[in-house]
């Protein structure tokens, strides 16, 4: 890049972090005199892992939180933003990870909440406001119905009333957290459309990923935060996957596909037509049938809410079937209490880690015997239970599992969200441990803790434990099954060998479309 | 208990202390020699202090019987009525059982408790697995309670000639003993140290203790475990209308010897505002409890010594629960503190700028 270009691009700079610092408690250095700037129409995209300080620094700018020092210029002016409705007037908009719509309003009323337009009288002026919208999806081709109720809309049109959301309040910057964490790939090329489009309009887009593949489809530039402070501001061009990995992680993480090992003979774990009844009569898992071996990892793949929690919690006895039979090793499971499957060795890494995993107002000790309080040798005798034994075997599983904790007694709300999932895989992954159901184990955890909580799992499989592995992410997924199903609206549209497994078909899958798949694959398991 | 709950309690009891001192202070009267005559009332002589072990009693035990129930996750708001249902059931065994003491008491106190449990235990069936349903199903056991024991008291138990709602004497054996006869300090204390001593290894020594406090913080996590929820559920309810009965049966045993119509001026209702400001914590219960004993006992004295109205004692439980309930208060409170800090050090820095020019 030459001398002139690049001094051209400095005065296109819409938004300018100068030396932002933040502090929490005195003690985290949460932005560590981060300087960051946005050119007028790119794609600039943060990349860190969870805790890097994306989120703090987005923060600052969204107005949410205030640096202990440095300066925020927009267009070339020094801004101070104490609120976001500042960064909104100042034209900052952001599209949040989980997406702040309100179901029962229509899509227009959720795009003017908050900017209302009114008649003479004072009423609201819903004519102007659909004229309004509709031009504006005109304008950048964001396909919507404005009198649709948001609730019938499908995530990634959700997404799109969001993006509306902040057009109509005339936002030039755009910062999307994570925007394709809940999308499939189809909706998430979708997406990348819109900002294609939106770049062209002369919009800047601030996106915040930790995933590399999408960096490359659609960032123009890229900045990478670890520990608060900026490791290097490149372009997709410059840097390769392997050393983006590095200046994220700060150490190499193998992306490769995991080595296949001897399965066993035995089957484990035997679904047969199982159907679990929700609300409504809504079959959430519908005539679902599959089988899992000893040492093998089934993949399940599937937009979130396809099923996937429903089949893990009949597993584990939380939810009922209605129909069809669920056997671990022969042995019926489907009328045991979940106290007894437990017994029988089923673990079980709960999708909602905070919600069902962890109890964060309480211990870490306390946290890893949830499952076994009151066996032996945690509890010798019904009416007495053994703490000191019980912080001994914390502190050998804190050991084990490399939990960066300073002892045993903290609370597991303070800890971060790789070291909460560790204390989870350290409480289920047990010798005893036959049939392992992780669903989404990496989610929400950094790179390094996702790597090692995979290579844990997998360890597991190796010793013999059959594992049913739920994700939303296919490349996770692709690195450690020996076999991948697929779940739609609770029936399963496919299961494929991990090695023949590829995105698209897969992708297809998971919108319903069987016909990705080669017929006799099909046949084989229906 | 954590560290932060004492802080939070203290600093709410402080603040409260401090509010209803300058109400005192606008009323035209002193508010130190109020909270003096307070302390000189509980602590100035034996018989006071005795006086408010008395009041404390009642409520140690229906603070246990809601602690339990927090910790567990449980709203049990029908201790009200636990305890008038256990205060009658012990009068009623009291009435009934010819037994010498300790056993006749001790017989009488048993029924409460399990009168009590049973009355706790019946709102969950009927509210079955929805925690929601079930807070409300225990307060509607409130009024039930009330008008249920006054029909059995009416129909079967009234005294001759009483112009009250109210039964004859229990038997000699069934009256909970009194230390000295001029003060209510009765037995009832072994009944509230023994409960704390046992509800506190339930809670913090037990297997069992440990799946309801992990359930009362995350009930879907035990689910995941396998805690089957429900039955944990009717245990803590079992246990905690079993305690709040106790209170009613050492009040009616103790102090009244017999079962009167509005024998409780709402332990039932003080029992979670007791276990409120102890974080529910069962040694804090007995500190609190005492200190709302210490009110309660004032609040008799205070009119005829100060002329301040008992309802500014009232006033004084409300605001130290609303506080406590109310961690925002602490969270501003600090901020405000903060930014004055700053604002002076801020002002100290110019200052010191200007001093260098």
């Known amino acids: 890049m030459s001398e002139n270009s690049c001094n051209k691009r400095e005065c296109d700079a819409v938004l300018v ?6 502090c929490y408690g005195g003690v985290i250095q949460a932005s560590d005199h981060i300087h960051f700037e946005l050119y007028r129409g790119e794609v600039h995209a943060l990349l860190g892992e969870n805790g890097a300080g994306k989120s703090t620094l987005m923060k600052m700018l969204y107005g949410i939180e205030q640096p202990d020092e440095g300066k925020i210029f927009i267009n070339g002016k020094e801004t101070a933003l104490n609120e976001p409705a500042a960064a909104i007037a100042h034209g900052i908009g952001m599209v949040h990870q989980e997406l702040m719509l309100i179901p029962h309003l229509s899509v227009m009323e959720n795009i003017i909440l908050g900017k209302e337009t009114r008649t003479r009288c004072g009423t609201l002026d819903r004519r102007t406001a659909c004229k309004e919208i509709k031009e504006l999806s005109n304008a950048y081709g964001l396909e919507l119905d404005p009198d649709a109720l948001v609730e019938k809309l499908t995530i990634g049109q959700r997404q799109r009333v969001e993006i509306m959301k902040l057009l109509y309040r005339k936002a030039d910057i755009l910062i999307f957290d994570e925007p394709t964490a809940l999308l499939t790939p189809r909706e998430s090329d979708a997406l990348f459309d819109v900002l294609r489009r939106l770049k062209a309009m002369g919009k800047s887009i601030v996106f915040i990923t930790h995933k590399l593949r999408e960096v490359y489809q659609i960032a123009d530039r890229m900045t990478v935060i670890r520990g608060g402070r900026i490791v290097g501001v490149t372009t997709p061009q410059e840097t390769d996957v392997t050393a983006l990995t590095y200046m994220m992680v700060g150490k190499t993480v193998s992306r490769e596909r995991r080595i296949p090992h001897a399965m066993g003979a035995a089957v484990v774990l035997d679904v047969e037509n199982a159907v679990v009844t929700g609300a409504d009569n809504l079959r959430l898992v519908d005539n679902v049938s599959f089988s899992v071996r000893a040492g093998e990892v089934l993949g399940v793949a599937g937009i979130e809410g396809n099923g996937q929690t429903a089949l893990a919690q009949a597993i584990l006895g939380i939810a009922r079937i209605s129909q069809g039979s669920i056997r671990l090793e022969g042995r019926e499971l489907s009328k045991c209490t979940t ?20 109890i964060l107002s309480m211990r870490i000790f306390e946290n890893m015997i949830l499952n076994e309080y009151d066996k032996k040798p945690f509890s010798p005798h019904a009416i007495y239970e053994d703490w000191g034994r019980v912080r001994q075997y914390a502190k050998e599983k804190i050991s084990d599992y490399s939990i960066a904790a300073a002892n045993e007694s903290v609370y597991v709300s ?15 992954l047990t010798k005893t441990c036959r049939l392992l159901i992780a669903a989404q184990p990496t989610r929400g955890v950094d790179i390094a803790s996702a790597d090692y909580i995979q290579s844990r799992i997998l360890e597991a499989a190796a010793e013999g434990c059959a594992v049913v592995f739920i994700s939303s992410d296919l490349d996770e997924l ?11 609206r609770g029936k399963v549209t496919g299961i494929v060998d991990g090695d023949a497994a590829d995105r698209e078909s897969l992708g297809k899958l998971m919108l319903g479309e069987t016909d990705g798949i080669p017929s006799e694959d099909r046949n084989q398991y229906s | 208990m954590k560290k932060s709950g004492i802080r939070l309690s203290v600093f709410s009891l402080i603040l409260a202390l401090l509010l209803v001192g300058f109400t005192i202070a606008a009323t035209g009267r002193n508010p130190v020699s109020v909270y003096g005559a307070i302390l000189a009332g509980s602590f100035g002589s034996v018989k006071g202090f005795l006086n408010v072990l008395a009041y ?35 009068v009623i065994v009291g009435l ?29 069936l009927i509210a079955g697995r929805n ?9 509607m056991m409130n009024s039930i309670a009330e008008l249920l024991t006054e029909y059995i008291v009416k129909q079967f138990f009234q005294r001759e000639g009483a112009s009250n709602t109210e039964t004859v004497v229990v038997n000699d054996g069934c009256i909970l003993p009194r230390f000295f006869p001029s003060t209510q300090f009765n037995y009832g204390i072994f009944v509230a140290v023994i409960s704390v001593l046992l509800v506190t290894w339930l809670l913090y020594k037990t297997p069992f203790g440990f799946s309801l406090r992990a359930m009362g913080n995350n009930p879907r996590a035990m689910e995941q475990a396998g805690v089957p929820i429900y039955r944990r559920t009717l245990a803590a309810m079992f246990i905690s209308g079993g305690l709040f009965a106790l209170g009613g049966s050492i009040q009616c045993l103790a102090v009244y010897k017999r079962f009167v119509m509005g024998f409780s001026p709402g332990y039932g209702w003080d029992g979670i505002t007791v276990a409120t400001l102890a974080a529910n914590s069962p040694a804090g219960v007995l500190l609190s409890a005492f200190l709302f004993g210490m009110l309660r006992s004032a609040s008799i004295n205070m009119s005829l010594t100060n002329q301040v109205t008992t309802e500014m004692i009232s006033v004084l439980q409300g605001l130290i629960v609303i506080l406590v309930a109310s961690p925002m208060v602490w969270t501003t409170m600090r901020n405000l503190l903060d930014a004055a800090k700053g604002r002076v050090s801020l002002l100290f820095q110019k200052k010191a700028e200007v001093d260098v020019k």
């Not at chain 2, 925690?131 to 307060?139: C, D, M, N, R, Y």
């Open chain 1, 478 to 488: 692709m690195k450690v099954s020996d076999r991948i199903m697929v779940m739609f």
């Open chain 1, 414 to 428: 303070s800890l971060s969200g790789g070291n909460q999932q560790k204390i989870v895989a350290a409480r289920e």
């Open chain 2, 96 to 124: 009934l059982v010819p037994f010498p003491a300790p056993w006749g008491y001790l017989a009488a106190m048993t029924a409460g408790f399990l009168a009590g449990a049973v009355w706790a235990v019946l709102p969950t």
């Open chain 2, 56 to 90: 404390m009693l009642p409520l140690v035990m229906t603070g246990l019987g809601a602690a339990v129930a927090f910790q567990s996750g449980v709203f049990n708001i029908g201790g009200e009525g636990q305890v008038l249902v256990g205060g009658l059931a012990s």
């Open chain 1, 339 to 358: 106290k007894r499957i437990r017994q029988e060795g089923v673990g079980s890494i709960p999708d909602d880690r905070q919600g069902a995993g962890l």
């Open chain 1, 17 to 22: 972090c100068d030396d932002l610092c933040k």
């Open chain 2, 131 to 139: 925690l929601a349903s079930l807070s409300v199903a225990t307060i």
